[in-house]
């Protein structure tokens, strides 16, 4: 949703179940906003929906109207196909030994990715862009052969483009040892849950899946660093057909994330704000404001304000 000022946000409910027709099997909810992260306050005469994260309030009408505006609309419902992370790993664990012994047949080539940008009716969408850095690739690249660093890279490669289709995302291109992926509308709002969905099981395929194969290899470990950002991009075709032609996004949207990625954590996750205002209430409780330094000149396209970047704390941190 859009507020007047063209600040997006979502609102998160919690649904109970009320009645349900044993013949027809529909069931009729009541959805109420979480409690976690809202609750009614009275302010002068009117009641108002106090957003306790973004500190905003919703007079009683808005919610009204914006509950009743969404009768009729389509619900899309696109859950990610990997629920289990950990047995995910574990199971793709023999296939990465594999390819590292240089067992497995060459792929076949093929983008997916340009095929979808290819059948948009619309040139312009929002998008959830997702930048991902294999950090330690350089130390493997000077203690390796060229033949034996080239087949690490491209099983990393493989494994973490792997896993993006899962959360119904696209690998967009393939820069060095970074990885940029983008989760496109309908539903932009669980695009944002579904990107930090996939950043977080692409860091345990890594840690847990990749690292110790590695090693058992005798190369060193690796690690990643992963930045999300939100917002709108321009679909269009660069390039000549006579050397190299494809579908790409342009938008400040990809680089924001680019550079929000290079000051992650090591290790860690990184969101910028209009992503993290677009997250499950949730992965919003999980989050913490990231200290970006005098040197960060970046403004929040929708606020003109200066634009916070945030961490994902993880388990035990």
Known sequence: MRRADGISFRIDYVFEAISMDEQTRIVKFVAKPDPRRYEWK????????????????FPKHIVKDMAESMSGMPIYYQPATIRD??????????????????EQATPSMADPSDEFLCSLEINELDFVILSLDVVGSTALSTALTPSEYARVIQVLLFEIAEVIPHFNGHVLKYVGDEVVAYFAAPSFVTKNDLA???????????????????????????????????????VTTIGSPSTKQHKDLIGDVINLACKIQKRAPLGGIAVGDVTLRNLHTEWRMMCDELAMGEDWEYQDRETGERYRVHYLRFVGE
């Open 85 to 102: 992370a950990p047995e995910y790993v574990r199971l793709r664990q023999p296939l990465i030994r594999s390819m590292l012994r240089g």
């Open 196 to 234: 930090l969905n996939c950043a977080l099981t692409l860091r345990r395929l890594v840690n847990d899946g990749l690292n110790p194969i590695l090693v058992e290899n005798g190369y060193a470990p690796v690690n990643v660093r992963i930045g999300i950002d939100s917002g709108p991009a321009i």
């Open 42 to 57: 009275t302010m002068g005469n009117d009641e108002v929906l106090y957003d306790k994260f973004d500190r905003i309030c």
